[in-house]
């Protein structure tokens, strides 16, 4: 045992427990399972003093993960990415120094933030004795299921779109696991999975149809918790969002570490703001015709394959999320999308995969409306590097 | 002050001191400058104990680096990379678990070590005033020179063989650097980086022609130490060896690490092997003649760029650690190369660089001599990412 406090596993439509020492896709009502921990337990061993001294990766948070036996973990050292200060960007944007961070999710295993809840699905596959792992993806999570399913060393059939990133593609049969490009999107691309895991009793690993990614996601919001410290959680989160995992995963951490009585019991929690682009937007969409579902985006063409999601399996959660932070969703064009990219570069020394350009753009956005304060701190996740993405370079 | 107890510089051949308050690159006698601090004062708060909390990056060890005032450092989150066990390369070697260990230096920012030299050089570059920075490079010390210039707004030129790596010469350009590609190889470059510094006036951050990227460099030994903790440092270190800061920098980790009282005794330190190509070794060269120095090697060619280094400037203190150690050096060809780099990936979900994947190479041979005994553990320092060799993908 390490520690985790994993208690059971709850459909966060129907909140009906399932049980967490078995295998699980999705919930008996088809919506995701959301794994719930006894909190009061875990607040006993974790707190910023215990966490000294722990692991340099997303495993410190054991209490809060579900992986029961220190030998099932299945890692790379993914986690621990640095939040950068970055003065440059906010004097490009008219702010004060401090005003502006960015989470480099680009220095993950296999360059990407995907490696978090791959490392925590299939951990858990392995734990619970899956054959093997599925994944559709738009690229980024199927390199990532490869990297981590090879290290497991069970096998893993991966689907992407036929026009996903080359690099992706080449990176997932390094990993040495099988791919199929298919003609479509990534819903396409989860149609020939679920062929796949019905006819190979695989273990499918799309987008929070199986409890476990969204875990590893979430550590992004405890890691924040840590790293800023006494200064408090940052007042906006702005997030590029396909399927959403991170920012729902995230979002549960915050109820977390609030339930857990290690946040201030008075302080505001952060804005969630959901960056797209304007090629693909069902979530902006929704938000601003107050839906409480997303209607899935026809003909859904961006540059940034990682938002290029046109039906959002977890849409509920996600625009919960948003509506209880208090947060909001913006589409960008393609063209600030590069402009982000670039400037990262140019002016913080970050690479960035084109998803995290789009948070650039977010944020000049959320700046030029009004909607950051005078003192308040915005953090971008740059989920992925711009090593992926030749295309994009000047 | 963070704590830093540098104290001066000394030449590594004639043992003159330097004022270590002033930008140097070579010694009055020609030769590596290497800092030297004060250690008993460093002793008195760097232990295991007070490393607990620190930063999750190579700053944590603030005593033994040369800043001075924290708002001279230059940081994108270097260092704190992960050490993976690798159950899978032992078993593909024959030999048990817990004998293989990979330092996946792939996760620095831009995705290679050379990220962590370049931190500490552009930091001392701007706590000492340069105006701006130039290296010449094989290519990815110029992609993190670039990346670190950009982050602390510094003017960069970057000279690199024209058949340097498309994807790294993009990334250059990416930060905002000047770019100029050279014909022929990494000396050539210097060549040109040394005429750019005279008739502008930039710090020339040519490998150890400046001393500060060797101390970026150390912080790997420094990390391992603190890594295997009671495991005590391993038996053997397998290092991919071009210009060698590395290499020198965990030896001069080591011998600080003893002097601080933060080794046993008694205990042997690591035997260092450096890993080169059959098409260019002028180490293991001299390694075989029993020379004090390298001569340079012609017509070097090899698909790993970071080891295509015929002219090794620091010869003596390289093959002054490999002797003191006990080490050797080994040649291996670029298909073994490239098996190295399959294996990585395929056995453990590793996505290393060609020269990362050489030290699998060069294991493979060490254990095949019987240079390897049982029980004994070899660390593989796989100095970057594959994403930047789309060339190597199967």
Redesign the interface.
Known sequence: MIGSTLDHLECSSTGERHDATRLHTTSRAGRPLLARYDLERAAATLSRET???RR??LWRYAEVLPVQRRENIV???EG?????DAP?LAGALGLPEGSVWVK?EG?????TFKARGLALAVSRAKELGAAGVAVPTAGNAGAAA??????A?LPCFVAMPRDAP??VA??V????AELELVDGLIHDAGRRVAEVVAARGLLDLATLREPYRAEGKKTMGYELWEQLGDGGLPEVIVYPTGGGTGLIGMWKAFAELAAMGLLPADAPLPRMVAVQSTGCAPVVRAVEQGDARCDPWDEASTLAPGIRVPRVFADDLVLAALRESGGTALAVPDEEIVRGV?DL???????ASPEGGATLAGLRRLVASGALAPGERAVLFVCG????H?EL??
């Open positions: 966490l000294r001294g340099w990766d890692t790379l050292g621990a990415t640095p939040l950068l440059g480099d220095r993950n295993p296999t360059g490869a990297a981590y399913a090879a290290r060393d080359p690099a080449a990176e049969r390094a990993f040495g670039r570069a140019r002016l913080e020394g970050v690479d590097t711009g090593l992926k030749p370079r000047p």
